[in-house]
C-alpha cells in the first residue's frame, strides 16, 4: 500500500522569509508553494519590451511600473495568494510592501507553455477580485496575439492578432503597438 506525505503549508510570513532566500520563485496559493519555471529569451524580451514602454509612458506621474520578481498580494476568501505578474502597474502608493503590492491597476502575462492554463483561467477568475485591477492582459509568445481583459467590459476577452493593430491599456492610457512589444522576437 503507498501513502503519501501530508502536503506542508506554509504561514504568509514563512513563505515571505523562504522567498528572500531562494533562487527559484514560487508562487503562493493558500499555504502552498509553486516552483516558477525560467524564463525563455521570447519571454524575456517580450516582457522587457513591455515594461520599458510602458515605463518611459509613466515617467513622472504617479503610476509605476513593476516587472517579474516583484509579487502581487490577493486575499480571497481569507486565504492569501501571491502571484508573480511579469508586468504590473500600480497608481498609489497604498499596499506597496517591501516584496509586494496589494493594489495593481494593471496586470500583465506572458504565456508560457507550463503556466498558461493557469494564467487563463485560475489568475482570470483571481486577479478581477482585486477591486483596483482594470486591466488583465495575456500576451502568446510563440504566435503574434494579446488578449485584453477589461472591468469596464465585464472581462470579456478582446483578441488582437493582427501585425498592425495596437494593444491600448486603458487605465493607463497608453497605447503599444504589437509590433513593439514583439520587436525583436517576432
Known amino acids: 500500500m503507498e501513502t ?3 502536503t506542508l503549508l506554509l504561514s504568509v510570513e514563512d513563505y515571505l522569509r ?3 532566500d531562494v533562487t527559484v520563485r514560487h508562487e503562493y496559493v493558500m499555504g502552498r508553494i509553486h516552483a516558477m519555471d ?3 529569451e521570447s519571454h524575456n524580451l517580450i516582457s522587457g519590451n513591455v515594461v520599458s514602454a510602458i515605463h518611459a509612458h509613466l515617467r513622472g506621474g504617479p503610476c509605476k511600473a ?3 520578481d516583484f509579487k502581487v498580494r490577493l486575499e480571497i476568501n481569507r486565504e492569501d495568494i501571491f502571484y508573480y505578474p511579469d508586468v504590473m ?3 498609489q502608493r497604498a499596499g506597496v510592501e517591501q516584496y509586494y503590492l496589494r493594489y495593481p491597476t494593471l496586470l500583465v502575462e506572458v504565456l508560457s507553455p507550463s503556466t498558461e492554463n493557469i494564467d487563463r483561467r485560475e489568475k482570470l477568475l483571481n486577479y ?6 482594470e486591466e488583465y492582459v495575456l500576451i502568446a509568445q510563440e504566435t503574434r496575439e494579446v488578449t ?8 470579456a476577452p478582446r483578441l488582437l492578432t493582427v501585425p498592425d493593430a495596437v494593444a491600448e491599456f486603458r487605465s493607463i492610457k497608453f ?3 504589437l509590433a513593439r512589444i514583439y520587436e525583436g522576437v517576432l
Open 148 to 155: 485584453i481583459h477589461r472591468r469596464s467590459e465585464d472581462w
Open 18 to 20: 523562504h522567498e528572500a
Open 66 to 68: 513593476y516587472m517579474a
Open 89 to 91: 502597474v500600480a497608481c
Open 38 to 40: 525560467d524564463s525563455t
Open 128 to 133: 478581477p477580485q482585486i477591486s483596483t485591477v
Open 4 to 6: 503519501s506525505a501530508p
Open 175 to 177: 497605447s503599444l503597438p
